[in-house]
Each structure stands twice: as structure tokens, then as C-alpha cells.
């Protein structure tokens, strides 16, 4: 008796199907790195305002740790630069250095109204972290996407994500008190 044999079409997440720009990378490394960038502002913002609240040690205690987050997040986004290249870029345009730097004893490099400081920390702290959640989301509709000008519309708008991600973060430098140049 011959052997009956099956042929089944290429399942749908085998066929060629739209292509992915190159300047639209869509590694989930870059959204883990925007979540830990994320996660890491947060802490930061909360212990400086612990510091800011308690006094003595244990005022110091926080203050170091915030300082100590925020070497984390220039980490990251050394690492966020380097897997991506439009946002590497994007930074470069903006002047976000990424270096590390001896923390600033009240505040940033950024002139701005101290009794205005605290609220613009946490603005432009929201502000980034509603960018990288943003390019995160727009990432994972790329990368899930099958529809060629979905992709490309999604690529144009991620990638105007990564810059207002960078024009926040030069401005979250500038005035957070964190050591950030």
C-alpha cells in the first residue's frame, strides 16, 4: 500500500511576509531596556524625595541610592544607544550625554525656578517615561504587524518617539540633581 503524503501550506509565521526597516529595529532587548530605564527614573524620583523629606542618615541613605539608580539609567541607555541606532543618534542631536558625573549638591545644570524644581522633575520625568512606553508599544506592533504601510507609518512615528525621548531626557539631566551631565 503507498504511503499517503501530506502537504500543508507554509503556516502564516513562516511566509515572507512585510519587511521591517532596518531603522526600526524591533529586538525585544530595546523594550526591556525602556522598561528598566522606566523603572529605574521611578526609583530615582522616589528616593530623592525621600531624601528631600527625612533628615540625618537616613536622609543621606536615600540620596545615595538615588544617585546610585541613576548611574543605572545612563548604563541602560549607553546600552538602549547602542542596540539602536536611531536613538543613539537622536541623543547625539539632543546633547543627552551619557556619562557619568559627580552628583551636584542641590540641583542640575539647568537654570530654572526652585520653587519650580521638584514639579519639573517630575513632568519631565512622566515625560520620558510615557515616551519609552510609547516606542515600546509602537515596537511590538511592528514586530507583530502584516501589514507593510502599518509598519512603515508605525517606523515613521517610533522613530519621532525616540526623539522627543531624547529632548526630555537632555531636559531631565539638566535639572534633576542626580550627577547627570
Same mark, same amino acid.
Given at each position: 500500500?503507498?504511503?499517503t503524503?501530506f502537504?500543508?501550506?507554509?503556516?502564516?509565521?513562516?511566509?515572507?511576509?512585510?519587511?521591517?526597516?532596518s531603522?526600526?529595529?524591533?529586538?525585544?532587548?530595546?523594550?526591556?531596556?525602556?522598561?528598566?530605564?522606566?523603572?529605574?527614573?521611578?526609583? !530615582?524620583n522616589?528616593?530623592?524625595?525621600?531624601?528631600?523629606?527625612l533628615?540625618g542618615?537616613?536622609?543621606? !541613605?536615600?540620596?545615595?541610592?538615588?544617585?546610585?539608580?541613576?548611574?543605572?539609567?545612563?548604563?541602560?541607555m549607553?546600552?538602549?544607544a547602542?542596540?539602536?541606532?536611531?536613538?543613539?543618534?537622536?541623543?547625539?542631536?539632543?546633547?543627552?550625554?551619557?556619562?557619568?558625573?559627580?552628583?551636584?549638591?542641590?540641583?542640575?545644570?539647568?537654570e530654572?525656578?526652585p520653587?519650580?524644581r521638584?514639579?519639573?522633575?517630575?513632568?519631565?520625568?512622566?515625560?520620558?517615561?510615557?515616551?519609552?512606553?510609547?516606542?515600546?508599544?509602537?515596537?511590538?506592533?511592528?514586530?507583530a504587524?502584516?501589514?507593510?504601510?502599518?509598519?512603515?507609518?508605525?517606523?515613521?512615528?517610533?522613530?519621532?518617539?525616540?526623539?522627543?525621548?531624547?529632548i526630555?531626557?537632555?531636559y531631565?539631566?539638566?535639572v534633576?540633581?542626580w550627577?547627570?551631565?
Open positions: 500500500m503507498p504511503k503524503i502537504v500543508f501550506p507554509k503556516p502564516p509565521w513562516v511566509s515572507e511576509g512585510p519587511v521591517i526597516p531603522d526600526c529595529p524591533v529586538n525585544i532587548e530595546l523594550v526591556f531596556l525602556r522598561r528598566d530605564i522606566i523603572r529605574q527614573i521611578i526609583a !530615582v522616589y528616593y530623592m524625595k525621600a531624601s528631600r523629606d533628615s542618615e537616613l536622609s543621606e !541613605v536615600f540620596r545615595a541610592e538615588a544617585l546610585d539608580e541613576a548611574q543605572h539609567i545612563i548604563l541602560l549607553r546600552m538602549l547602542k542596540l539602536d541606532p536611531v536613538q543613539a543618534q537622536e541623543f547625539r542631536q539632543h546633547d543627552v550625554e551619557l556619562v557619568i558625573t559627580d552628583p551636584a549638591p542641590e540641583k542640575g545644570n539647568l530654572i525656578d520653587d519650580r521638584n514639579a519639573a522633575i517630575s513632568y519631565l520625568s512622566e515625560a520620558v517615561k510615557l515616551e519609552a512606553e510609547t516606542i515600546n508599544e509602537y515596537q511590538e506592533q511592528i514586530a504587524s502584516r501589514n507593510q504601510e502599518v509598519i512603515d507609518l508605525l517606523c515613521i512615528i517610533m522613530n519621532h518617539e525616540k526623539e522627543d525621548l531624547a526630555f531626557s537632555h531631565l539631566f539638566g534633576a540633581p550627577g547627570i551631565k
